[in-house]
Structures are given as C-alpha cells and as structure tokens.
C-alpha cells in the first residue's frame, strides 16, 4: 500500500455516520459556546452530522471536508469546530497548518478533539508517530498535555482542557477567563464563587472550601485567581490577606504527599477500607473526608481530566500518587467490575490509564458498605449481603478478587448475589458533590 498518495482517501474513512451529536459539540452546547446567536464552521466535518444536527436545531452551521464535502464552505465563523481531525492526519506538519488555519477562521472559540492514549487499541502498526489500524486508516493517540502543547504552539493561544481529548481554544483572555471562571463554580465540588461571597458566617467549613478551591487554582498554576478575583472567593475574610491565603493553600499542597499527614488523615476517615498498602473510599463520601484528602483528590481530578461521576478513591500509604478506580455500575451490580483505572503521581502531574474493559479476569470489588458513609442510601442493602456472604465464608477466602475465580466459587454452592440487590438504579450524576 503506498500510504502518502492514498493518505486523503483513506483518511476519509475514518469519518462516522453521526446519529446525535459529537461529544465535542455536546460540550459546547452544554457550556453555551455555541448557542443559536452564533454562527459555526465544522471543520474536517467527516459525514455532516453535527452539522446537520445543529442546523436542524437552529443554530447555522456549515461544513467542510476535504473528502466528503470538498464543496463546503470554509466560511470564517463564531465558533470552529475541528472534530477527531488531526488524529488522523499522519504528517505532524500538516497537524500544525490545520490546526493554525482553522483557529484563523474562529471568530471565538476553537474546538479541538483528538483521539486519547485512553481509546489506543491494542492491535495496529506502528506508522510514524501513531499507528495504522487494521482499515488501513492512520491514528495518532494523543496525551492531553502533548495534545495541549500543540494546540498551543500552533495557535499561540492557551487551550482549555473541557474533558479528556477536548479544548476549547478563546480568541479573546477576557472569554477564556469567563469560561474558566463559571466552569470553576459549577463544576467544582465546592461552593460557587457567588455562593461563597454571601456566606456570612466564616464557619470552617466554608474556609476549608475556600482553601481547598485556591490550593487546586495554585496546583494547576492558573492565573484565573488573580488577587483581585479571589477577593470574590473571601480570601480576605477568613485569611486576613490573599497572600496569608495562598501560603496557607502551599502548605496544605505540600502536606499532600507528606507520609505522616496521609496516614493522619487516613486514619481519621469517617469511612473506607484501610487495606496494607492503600486506603480506599467512594466518591460520594469524598465531602465527608478531611481536607487534605479533598484537596488530594481534587488535585488528581484536574490532571484526571476532569474525571465526573462514580469513581473509588486509592490512596497509597506512601508516595506521591493516587488512583481513581471507575467500576462498573457500582451502585448497582453486587460485585463490580474495575474497567479503568487512572493513576495520578501528582509531584510528577502525570496521568496513567489503565482499561479493563477488554479483561476477561478484571478485579471486582466485596464488602462494598465500607467504601461509603452509613447514609449513603444503599449502605443498608450492602451490608446485608456482606453478612449474608460472610456467613457463607466467603469472604475469608483469599481467591475472591478476580472475576473468573468469584463465578466459579459461586458456582460451586450456588449462589447468586443478584437476588439480594434491589432493582432500584441510582444515578451517580445526582452526587451532589461532583
Ligand atoms: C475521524 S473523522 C471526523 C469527522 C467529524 N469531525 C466527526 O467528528 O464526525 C476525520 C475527518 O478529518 C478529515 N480530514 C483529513 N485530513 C484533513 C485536513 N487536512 N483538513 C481537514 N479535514 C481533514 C477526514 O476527511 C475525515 O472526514
């Protein structure tokens, strides 16, 4: 196969019939960058369908790609989109000239998705920096901080990670900070900045929220909490000064990774399960831990892009890192399965996923009542059948951690845990405190 004068073609291929809507026009719906007062160019827009799906909701969109809609119009417009494009591109010069000509053509904001290291599949060819997949068509896996750098480098503008694999790059300071802000008091677990300005009362609580929103502010190195910002946050209010409140945010960020103070910390958890090595708990108690645990995994979450939704928290005894385990539905199923695991070393700022969703012997997870508080809605329902598998001697057996062994253990005496799990769903988007 002579792949430089077949590239176009083949990178054709790799365009998909888009039933709803990508997930990076989803994001820039649900954050209002594109809303019906602006205009939208898709660029490298593959089949149309996003474009055919905002046109058909109102907002006026065109399209362009250079094999299946050569035709289109490149028409410079408020906000572009170039979806999965320079994924595909195999020539890391031309990635550089797409991504500078499109943000040339946005008159706002430029969208940009890649494919991540997270979706790599395990088969492919090695071909320059990606690989060629077995339809012949070439990937480029991307981290998001080389993804990150070149979108910067070939912009000059500073790129916004919304979620693994997507940025959105602003025209202007002024709207990156604007986004940065509202995003930082929607999203975060702690109060919004309007909420903190009108406590009157500085009770811990809110001063540990403060602390903890400027310790993550000063982990990440932003600059969106200028002095003048942060007066909003109530700095002044419980710290004296924005200064007293920055060192007291450096000193908790060093304590992160201080044995004595983990192990503290850890120790007076009002719930989770202490194993050897590791400490572990559910997302939904997270509010519930000290503040240095909160501070820890908020830190590992912004280099976890983002990361939302149901997660258990590791937190090795020693070192500098700490994972978030994502199980499949663990509300729900009696012995969840691990499908990815994505581990921070936050001295490091690097993030190593890990998917088991290809596995056919995953880690599963018993005795699921210690991972939560005893209000958490079904700590009742865990409990029981934690006493019923107890009573069986189940748990004391060591070969129960793996899928393959827990079937055929529960083959043996035929039991199904299933029958003591009630059918009731619950949705972790409904945490109030992600
Ligand atoms: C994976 S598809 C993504 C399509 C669409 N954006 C989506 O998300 O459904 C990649 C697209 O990039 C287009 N493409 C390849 N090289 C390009 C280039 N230099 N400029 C613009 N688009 C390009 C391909 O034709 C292909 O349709």
């Not at 408020?78 to 990635?95: H, Q, S």
């Not at 090595?277 to 997302?283: K, V």
């Not at 005795?367 to 958490?376: I, S, T, Y």
Request: some cysteine; proline content about 4%; hydrophobic content about 35%.
């Amino acid at each position: 196969m002579d792949f430089s004068t077949e590239r176009l073609q083949y990178r054709g291929k790799t365009a998909i019939g888009r039933p709803t809507f990508s997930r990076p026009i989803k994001l820039a719906l649900r954050d209002r960058i594109i809303t019906s007062e602006k205009t939208v160019l898709d660029y490298g827009c593959g089949r149309g369908g996003d474009v055919s799906l905002l046109n058909s909701i109102g907002i006026d969109s065109v399209g362009w790609d250079p094999n299946h809609f050569a035709d289109g119009i490149r028409l410079a417009s408020d906000v572009v989109n170039l979806g999965y494009v320079i994924n595909v591109i195999e020539d890391p010069a031309e990635r550089v000239s797409v991504l500078k000509y499109a943000y040339s053509l946005a008159n706002e904001c430029l969208i940009v998705s890649a494919q991540t290291e997270a979706t790599k599949p395990s088969k492919g060819v090695p071909y320059n920096d990606g690989i060629l997949t077995t339809r012949k068509t070439f990937q480029k896996y991307f981290a998001n901080e080389a993804l990150r750098s070149l979108i910067e480098s070939s912009t000059g503008a500073r790129a916004f990670l919304v979620e693994r694999g997507i940025f959105f790059v602003f025209k202007s300071e002024e709207a990156r900070v604007r986004y940065a802000l509202a995003r930082l008091s929607r999203k975060s677990q702690f109060p919004s900045v309007r909420k903190l300005k009108s406590l009157k009362s500085s009770n811990d609580s809110s001063r540990d929220d403060v602390l903890i929103s400027l310790a993550v502010e000063r982990f990440r190195r932003s600059d969106i909490l200028s002095s003048s910002r942060v007066s909003l946050l109530g700095c002044e209010e419980y710290f004296g000064s924005f200064e007293n409140a920055c060192n007291a945010a450096d000193e908790l960020l060093a304590s992160l990774t201080n044995r004595a103070a983990r192990m503290e910390s850890m120790k007076g958890a009002p719930c989770g399960k202490m194993l050897p090595d590791s400490f572990y708990f559910h997302c939904s108690a997270l509010r519930s831990m000290d503040i240095k645990i909160q501070t820890l995994v908020s830190c590992a979450r912004t280099i976890a892009d983002n990361i939302d939704g149901d997660f258990i928290v590791k937190i090795p005894k020693t070192g500098t890192g700490v994972s978030l385990l994502i199980y499949r539905d663990f509300e729900n199923v009696p012995h969840p399965e691990l499908m990815v695991s994505l581990l921070v070393d936050l001295e490091q700022r690097t993030l190593r996923t890990r998917s088991y969703s290809n596995s056919k012997n995953p880690p599963i997870l018993h005795r699921k009542e210690c991972f939560v508080l005893p209000d958490h809605p079904k700590y009742q329902a865990f409990r029981e059948l934690t006493e019923v598998e107890e009573g069986l001697g189940l748990l004391s057996r060591s070969d129960i951690g793996f899928r393959k062994s827990w079937a055929a253990i529960l083959k043996q005496i035929s039991f199904d845990p299933n029958k003591f799990v009630s059918k009731k769903t619950i949705n972790p988007d409904s945490y109030p405190h992600i």
